[in-house]
């Protein structure tokens, strides 16, 4: 008898321990904080009370800052599109887990645009207004447009009404769980720079009124990298903003006397990376940007004559839309593994997304690719490409 009761005070105590760990939710969080992005997408399933725990915005800010998003894919979004097209985006895992069902739901609507991947959040746009979405959790937040009032603040004459407005998303959530909106209003060579900070949620200009920047650059496509927002140009050459001292520099050209073309411009590991080639050339070249932005630094030549020997699909007949590149092969991102050390390229060839190892110089298909037969006659820059991270970053 003594025995039979001593069972049931443990059994009690056991089943009160879990109830009370249960229902605190200062216990539960130290608990779920060490899990995955996917076991915690699973455990919302658990019950309300775990569901509204997880989607906390102070229970993910520290999960966040504690699991620095990693790159689990890419979006590829073709640039050829017809009406009746259906599943608009592409996804291209770059890991054997991913959870992608809320992110394809919302991006394929027709009307939404993505402008820029940033660190797990996407800057989107929906007519007029912009968004930061979390492809992730599903979460998105619409974001004021900067006013006129504040790009002409303290300006006795207003830019041309003809100038053109670009926005770029900036986060880091090493450092913050907050982001930041960078907007530039640009007319001929002069710019206005103003920021959006999601922390006070109000748009600031520049210290800097005014800042030169070539025609020609592409402001509609930035790359955030350490702090600094890039755009490049055609050319080998481009300029990048430092928000912090709020100061707009151009970054070297390539070591290289002809006239390269850029063919990729992007980033992986807070490294900065560009694939050039040229007229006549058989071969991509990857550069790495130094630290200090005093030079680029040549890592691999890709020969695409061995890719199209190893993946015959680049040699069938298929023109590309540019007359400058005898294969149908396209850049989509380089990245790294897990260890950080050896960068990979990612490429799209006719039916097939294909990964290059720079170091072995080895390359394999990934998957097979849905694009159709038809589209793949207009073969040159056939997506735009955006890195998607799993992150729980509240927006």
Known sequence: MFHQNKDNSAEFNSTNSGEIIGHNDGILSEIL???????????????KQWRSLISDHHFLSRYTLRHPPSLSGLFLVPQHQNENDENLIEYIPLQKTHSLATAIHFLNFRSIKIIQSCNGLLLTCHGQKLYVFNPTTGKSQLI??????VLNKNLEIPFSPYSSTYYSLAFDPKKSIHYMIICIEKSEDKCRIATYSSN???WRLSKTREISAPRDVDFSKAIYCNGVIHWTRRTPRGVYFDIEKELMNQMPEIPRKEQYSCE????SKGRLYSVFTMEGLHYYELFEMERDYSRWVFKCRIDLDELAFKFPKMGRGISCQNALFKYPCHVLSVVHSRNGKVPKVIMSIPGEIIAYNCKKKTSWKICDSRLRSKDRRLWYNVYCVYDNFDSLSPV
Do not use: E, I, M
């Open 144 to 149: 004021p447009n900067c006013p006129n009032q």
């Open 33 to 47: 904080l060490p899990l995955t992005t996917k076991q915690l997408t699973g455990f919302k399933l658990v019950a």
């Open 200 to 202: 006070v949620k109000l």
């Open 264 to 267: 990729y411009f992007g980033q």
